[in-house]
């Protein structure tokens, strides 16, 4: 008898929030972490997926990247991965990445790029996003970040 593997999808679409004004014009090599942690300790979900739009500023894009870091809570309860705060400088460093999505090009300054990262491995317990600006250009001066993720788990018992 064969066995069917599937996906099953535990979340639909959660917005993880930020404070928007972490975005606002910031410069390429700086980064916003989310204002919420997100548990991960009843359901302990496997993997998720990040899906986002931010508004681009500066110049048109040709080339870069967004990067998503994952910032685990670590046993004193109150640090996440390097215990990196929200700066408009610097990025989590880089043992806490989970992904980089490049983007489309020629967006132009106040217009939205998307992406979607999909397929991250989650860890048990809580957790904070954080994103990083690579685009090589500054995001808009009201960059208006969105960046929802879903979880998922396989089943093996189908």
Same mark, same amino acid.
């Given at each position: 008898?064969?066995?069917? /593997? ?10 993880? /929030?930020?404070?928007? %004004?972490?975005? +606002? ?9 989310? *204002? &919420? ?9 496997? #993997?998720?997926?990040?899906?986002? !739009? !931010?508004?681009? %500023? ?9 990067? @998503?870091?994952? @910032? ?6 109150? *640090?996440? %991965? ?22 489309? !090009?020629? !967006? ?5 790029? /998307? ?17 990083? +600006? +690579? ?7 009201? &960059? &208006?970040?969105?960046?929802? #993720? ?9």
């Amino acid at each position: 008898m064969a066995n069917t /593997t599937r996906w099953i999808l535990d979340t639909a679409w959660t917005a993880a /929030t930020f404070t928007a %004004g972490d975005f +606002n014009s910031l410069a390429s090599g700086g980064g916003g972490l989310s *204002t &919420a942690a997100i548990t991960n300790s009843s359901n302990l979900d496997l #993997y998720c997926d990040v899906s986002g !739009v !931010v508004t681009v %500023g500066g110049t048109t894009v040709t080339a870069g990247f967004l990067s @998503l870091f994952l @910032l685990p809570l670590l046993q004193d309860g109150s *640090t996440y %991965g390097d215990g990196y705060v929200s700066s408009t400088t610097v990025q989590p460093v880089s043992t806490y990445l989970a992904g980089n999505s490049q983007v489309k !090009v020629g !967006v132009t300054s106040g217009n939205t790029v /998307t992406f979607m990262m999909r397929g991250l491995i989650l860890p048990p317990g809580d957790f904070k996003f954080a994103l990083g +600006n +690579n685009l090589t250009i500054a995001l808009y001066t009201t &960059a &208006a970040l969105t960046l929802k #993720y879903r979880t998922y788990n396989e089943n093996l018992n189908v």
